[in-house]
Structure formats: structure tokens, C-alpha cells
T-cell receptor, first 111, second 113 residues
Framework: EAGVAQSPRYKIIEKRQSVAFWCNPI?????LYWYQQILGQGPKLLIQ????????DSQLPKDRFSAERLKGVDSTLKIQPAKLEDSAVYLC?????????FGPGTRLTVT | AQSVTQPDIHITVSEGASLELRCNYS??????LFWYVQSPGQGLQLLLK??????LVQGIKGFEAEFKRSQSSFNLRKPSVHWSDAAEYFC???????????FGAGTQVVVTP
């Protein structure tokens, strides 16, 4: 089966600009996760969807980050406006039960 | 509060030698336990997982891990390391039924000839 797809793979923007990341989960996986992985750290969960509903967004900086999962399949994560500290790899994962499958990530550099 | 600790930031091991990576967690019950590997520029790949039952679990690529309840640990081992095992390894713990994971900070493994 096809894995989790993410795009773009790399993005460079200036601070205060906006950016959007896209994720297509594995077919049939109801749960979708967005993680932020800062260099030298483990991934940190930003938001978790069950179908198109939000299960947990407690660590999402809602003043600048937003995410949606329309129709319970693809998802988009947006940052507006970006700050220097948002430089990180943004990982998308999906699961049917407890095992999560990760995409390759999007490396964001904010200058 | 729940926490996951990987005490070793960086480990260097010779090819053919054994490898052990440590993971400790803090939680009032037995969580779900995972080890993931991340190669440069790649996403995370699941090596193995523990939910219940036999405390010694086998994974892919010749890795195994042992859950020790008394020590709140889930250490990863490989008897003989290959150069391709050079990567970053993350221990992850699931504390609830929704599947939310908390990751450790990772251990970078370098394999020398």
C-alpha cells in the first residue's frame, strides 16, 4: 500500500510570511497527526484528527497555526505569520489503530 | 506528569559490536511502548512495539526490546550492529487510548568501521 505523502519536501520563507503543508494519509486510516520536530529534539504532537474532527490540539499555537482535514482524508497545516522559531521538520502520520505510519516530512526554514 | 527519557544523546559503536539504547518513562500505569528509527531526510520507521504480554519483543532489522515494569524501562538492543544502523533512534510512549504519542529526545547512533 502507498505510504503517507507530504508536500512540499522543503520550503524556505521569510519571517512573517505564510506557508502551508499538505498531507495525504494511508487509505483507510481514520486518525491523522501533525508533529513538529525541531533539530535535535523528538517529534512533538501539534494536532490529532479522528476522521475530520479534532481530538487533541492542546499544543498547537493557535494564534499562528491552523489545520484542517476536510472530508476526513487529506489535511493541511498552515502557519501565518511564520516566526524564526518555526524552523523545523513537520511530520504527518496516520493510523488505523495504535501504530502510526509517518510521512517523509516537510523541512521548513524561516529566515 | 508523563515523561519519556532517553539518557544517551549520542552513542558510537563499532560495526559488529552490540548496541543497547536506553528508554525510561514516567507514568502510573503500563503505557504502549514503541521504538522508531529515523535516517537522515527520512520519516520515522517503526522498529517494534509493546502493548502487553511477553516482555521481550522482536522487531525488524534484528532489533529487540525488553519491557521492565519495575524499572519503567524499554531498552532497545541489537547483538551485532551493521553500518546501515547508523541513524537516530526514538523511544515513544502512548499514554492514552487515542494513540497520542510522546517521544523522547532521541539517541544518535554512529557506527565506526
Amino acid at each position: 500500500e502507498a505510504g503517507v505523502a507530504q508536500s512540499p519536501r522543503y520550503k524556505i520563507i521569510e519571517k512573517r510570511q505564510s506557508v502551508a503543508f499538505w498531507c495525504n494519509p494511508i487509505s483507510g486510516h481514520a486518525t491523522l497527526y501533525w508533529y513538529q520536530q525541531i533539530l535535535g529534539q523528538g517529534p512533538k504532537l501539534l494536532i490529532q484528527f479522528q476522521n475530520n474532527g479534532v481530538v487533541d490540539d492542546s499544543q498547537l499555537p493557535k494564534d499562528r497555526f491552523s489545520a484542517e482535514r476536510l472530508k476526513g482524508v487529506d489535511s493541511t497545516l498552515k502557519i501565518q505569520p511564520a516566526k524564526l522559531e518555526d524552523s523545523a521538520v513537520y511530520l504527518c502520520a496516520s493510523s488505523r489503530q495504535t501504530e502510526q505510519y509517518f510521512g517523509p516530512g516537510t523541512r521548513l526554514t524561516v529566515t | 506528569a508523563q515523561s519519556v527519557t532517553q539518557p544517551d544523546i549520542h552513542i558510537t559503536v563499532s560495526e559488529g559490536a552490540s548496541l543497547e539504547l536506553r528508554c525510561n518513562y514516567s507514568y502510573g500505569a503500563t503505557p504502549y511502548l514503541f521504538w522508531y528509527v529515523q535516517s537522515p531526510g527520512q520519516g520515522l520507521q517503526l522498529l517494534l512495539k509493546y502493548f502487553s504480554g511477553d516482555t521481550l519483543v522482536q522487531g525488524i532489522k534484528g532489533f529487540e526490546a525488553e519491557f521492565k515494569r519495575s524499572q519503567s524501562s524499554f531498552n532497545l538492543r541489537k547483538p551485532s550492529v551493521h553500518w546501515s544502523d547508523a541513524a537516530e533512534y526514538f523511544c515513544a510512549v502512548g499514554f492514552d487510548s487515542w494513540g497520542k504519542l510522546q517521544f523522547g529526545a532521541g539517541t544518535q547512533v554512529v557506527v565506526t568501521p
